[in-house]
């Protein structure tokens, strides 16, 4: 049982940090925060994300040119122009690496007031820091299952691992992929965008992307009065005690 609430932990706090950290404040701004904070929720985001952590900066850059190319040839991840899961997952890699790297200059708009550390990115990418974190996970693992017995553990959950490794990825793909090719949609944004769940508790709002596509500033995801973003509540208490403040519409 607890290497499952370590799963668990694991998953919903690197999305959390993807959702609110890299999506709403590095790509669209939704809301403000001082340097301290945005140190802070940096640091959070490494330890969060380990061994696949996102740098806020590439991140911004390639979900701006998403909205900007929604579902066309030029969209850095459409599932309706890759062959499939894994194409779509190895296309955006490479995307990423290029701006990351600084190989590829990006446009003003996409680049432009994007978070950037650029020597704190450099650590948290290096291979060394990422193999570091894997080898942290196989050792939890480990004494878990083989060491110490835990009631609860099994040695089918070694095939956990590998999502461990590549959770921000994982995270990245079931969005980008469902989101733009099941459920329903609420708006016609002129692309594929789908809200995948009425109350998205998997995926902590971000299979609302029809919702999104069409109100990409605001910071609600949900709609409908039958629709929940669970990232939502959070922003608002951070708002409240004045960590954040949203901008005002």
Partial sequence: MILIIFFLLHWYFSL????FFLHRYAAHQMFLMNKFWEKFFYLFTWICQG???LSPRAYAILHRMHHAYSDTPKDPHSPHHTENLFTMMWKTKNI???YFSFRLKPEERFSKDVPDWKKFDLMADS?????AWGVLYVAIYVLSISVFELAGTHWW???LLPIHFMMGPVHGAIVNW???KYGYANFDNNDHSKNSLLMDILMLGELFQNNHHKLPNRPNFAVKWYEFDPTYPIVKLLHMT???KLRTA
């Fill in 16 to 19: 959390f940090c993807q959702s």
């Fill in 51 to 53: 061994s696949s952590y």
């Fill in 96 to 98: 990423y690496n290029d």
């Fill in 127 to 131: 291979m060394v820091v990422r193999v």
């Fill in 157 to 159: 959950m070694y095939f």
């Fill in 178 to 180: 469902s989101g733009h």
């Fill in 242 to 244: 004045r960590i954040i």
